[in-house]
């Protein structure tokens, strides 16, 4: 095709005087033409590309390409997308386009390509070790972190590289006499209780009654809610503080089923005292089979109590202590820890029912 100067007068053709050949040259100068300015046409007009999440069209540039697949996505999706999966339960990031199975699994680009934070970055990663090592059987030491090749002995493993011991099944430090369920609830204790926990089950197991043998321990689950009992006994500190165990002592108490259950989330309610022998006070029994004899109504279940102040700890006629605690209620020296079934009885149902 010839090459035409298009600033000519296009009627003009040199010196061609033939009206046939003027014609010719006529079209193919159209022609000509048409064709540039629809190559410039397109240089102008980039093509659009459609965004399949928000349906916005936009220049190829300013789309992402996924990965294998080959789905382009606008930034700003991608984006989105990229960081609500991984912050989300998922172990790996899909492509956003409905049906497509491609995984978005190299951190590394995503973070070069800026889509991703560095903090993102380590997360993700992170992600997908973890995602890993689980499908491989692999595991952390929950101490120090080091990995641990697949397991199928007890729960109780040894960690070679920092010398202790841990529970396979809920990964935390081993809990020698606790089942996880227990050792997770014995974490959310405060300090105190903690410690009043470990003495109290000490207590019961050197309690010398044949009926304890077969018994139901439960700890008093209430406590872990901040129940009114609980706060009433954090009250008495302003009279005697009380720090640890040696603070105090433990004591036996007998009620019937309904009582057994008001004591645990109220605390001893002054206003039920009854038969007041050896001076005003709630009534606990040095021993378990003391306590047994007074259980009423049928009850079969005991509370272990701590008393946070050593003044009570008198013995009357050697059976009971008897703890005057304020008529107003404002505040209790006696915490109901545990209930214990007295006998062969099944626990109760209104507390956690782990048994220790």
């Not at 009279?239 to 603070?247: E, F, K, L, R, V």
Request: proline share 4%; with cysteine; charged share 25%.
């Amino acid at each position: 095709m010839k090459k035409y100067c298009y600033d000519v007068n296009i009627l003009s053709f040199g010196n061609i005087q033939d009206d046939t050949e003027r014609y010719k040259e006529m079209v193919e100068w159209v022609k000509s033409y048409r064709e540039l300015n629809m190559r410039n046409t397109l240089r102008q007009k980039k093509p659009k590309i459609l965004c399949p999440i928000c349906n916005s069209y936009l220049n190829l540039s300013d789309t992402y390409c996924v990965g294998d697949c080959c789905h382009r996505v606008c930034y700003d999706c991608i984006k989105k997308h990229v960081q609500q999966e991984i912050n989300s339960k998922n172990e790996y990031i899909n492509c956003p386009c409905d049906q497509c199975e491609c995984k978005l699994d190299n951190a590394p680009r995503l973070f070069k390509d800026k889509i991703i934070s560095s903090e993102l970055k380590e997360k993700y990663e992170k992600k997908m070790n973890d995602a890993y090592l689980k499908k491989n059987n692999y595991s952390p030491c929950p101490l120090c972190h080091e990995l641990l090749p697949p397991y199928d002995g007890p729960n109780k493993r040894h960690c070679n590289y920092c010398n202790e011991d841990y529970c396979y099944n809920c990964h935390e430090k081993w809990h020698e006499g606790f089942t996880c369920q227990q050792y997770a609830n014995y974490k959310k204790m405060a300090p105190l209780i903690k410690e009043l926990f470990v003495e109290g089950l000490k207590f019961i197991k050197k309690e010398n009654d044949p009926n304890l043998s077969n018994s139901i321990i439960q700890f008093n689950s209430m406590l872990l809610n901040n129940c009114m009992s609980y706060q009433r006994f954090i009250k008495s500190f302003k009279d005697t503080p009380c720090n640890h165990a040696s603070d105090g002592f433990f004591a036996w108490h007998g009620s019937s089923e309904v009582g057994v259950k008001g004591i645990c989330q109220e605390g001893f309610d002054p206003k039920r005292r009854l038969g007041q022998a050896h001076g005003a006070g709630e009534y606990f029994g040095v021993t378990a089979r003391i306590s047994g004899d007074y259980l009423k109504e049928g009850s079969h279940h005991m509370i272990l109590t701590f008393i946070s102040n050593k003044k009570f700890n008198k013995i009357h006629n050697n059976f009971c202590y008897v703890i005057n605690n304020p008529l107003d209620w404002s505040y209790s020296y006696c915490l109901p820890l545990f209930i214990v079934s007295y006998g062969n009885h099944s626990e109760v149902d209104y507390v956690s029912k782990e048994n220790y």
